[in-house]
């Protein structure tokens, strides 16, 4: 049994808080201490889904996460505001 750590688990594992290693082995090993072993399978399937529809590596869309209020957001730079509409031309 293994917790497998790809680009998503390892970008998502350390943004959440979850590990801090800086090899995906190392990660693995935080996961595995962490997260119970019947939940190995699963959330490594949560976290590959969560990276590719919600928590995207450069624009995460935290605004719209269902763990916004739990995440530290390690490494997420702040938003910055949207530019303004460009006003119309006069005549």
Same mark, same amino acid.
């Given at each position: 049994?293994?917790?497998?750590?790809?680009?998503?688990?390892?970008?998502?594992?350390?943004?959440?808080?979850?590990?801090?290693?800086?090899?995906?082995? *190392?990660?693995?090993?935080?996961? #595995?201490?962490?997260?119970?072993?019947?939940?190995?399978?699963?959330?490594? *399937?949560?976290?590959?889904?969560?990276?590719?529809?919600?928590?995207?590596?450069?624009?995460?869309? #935290?605004?719209? #996460?269902?763990?916004?209020?739990? #995440?530290?957001?390690?490494?997420?730079?702040?938003?910055?505001?949207?530019?303004?509409?460009?006003?119309?031309?006069?005549?």
């Amino acid at each position: 049994p293994a917790f497998p750590v790809d680009t998503h688990v390892f970008r998502l594992a350390k943004r959440l808080g979850l590990a801090r290693a800086k090899r995906p082995d *190392q990660v693995e090993l935080e996961l #595995c201490a962490t997260v119970p072993e019947a939940w190995w399978v699963k959330g490594h *399937q949560l976290l590959v889904w969560h990276g590719r529809r919600v928590c995207f590596a450069r624009n995460p869309t #935290c605004s719209g #996460c269902p763990v916004e209020a739990l #995440c530290p957001k390690v490494g997420v730079r702040p938003t910055r505001a949207a530019p303004r509409a460009a006003r119309p031309a006069r005549p």
